[in-house]
Nanobody
Framework: QVQLVESGGGLVQPGGSLRLSCAAS????????MGWYRQGPGEQRDLVAS???????DYADSVKGRFTISGDNAKKTVYLQMNSLKPEDTAVYYC??????????????WGQGTQVTVSS
């Protein structure tokens, strides 16, 4: 079982910043990549940013230049620094992790989600 625990969401004014964190836990796991997705009301869940275990990153066009994803392999933790936030960034943000457990079992795990609201 791989568990992801997210933190850092909240209410922020337009132009403000938030930092999300997501920590993975579980026995004998090797994480290949972690990412952040978001889902607004009535919308599908879309990729915001991802990072591999060797540091390669990918971003949605809508957040490039404003959001930065980073990771700490030793802590099995991924961060999302969100700057210059806009009302359209309002959504539930979900952490995702891909990897292997006990060398044989693939996992694709999700966190419980954290609400980010950008409003004046």
């Amino acid at each position: 079982q791989v568990q992801l625990v997210e933190s850092g969401g909240g209410l922020v004014q337009p132009g403000g910043s938030l930092r999300l964190s997501c920590a993975a836990s579980g026995s004998d796991i090797r994480i290949n990549a972690m990412g952040w997705y978001r889902q607004g009301p009535g919308e599908q869940r879309d990729l915001v940013a991802s990072i591999t275990s060797v540091g390669s990153t990918d971003y949605a066009d809508s957040v490039k230049g404003r959001f930065t994803i980073s990771g700490d392999n030793a802590k099995k933790t991924v961060y999302l620094q969100m700057n210059s936030l806009k009302p359209e960034d309002t959504a539930v943000y979900y952490c995702n992790a891909l990897g292997w457990r006990s060398h044989y079992f693939k996992f694709d795990s999700w966190g419980q989600g954290t609400q980010v609201t950008v409003s004046s």
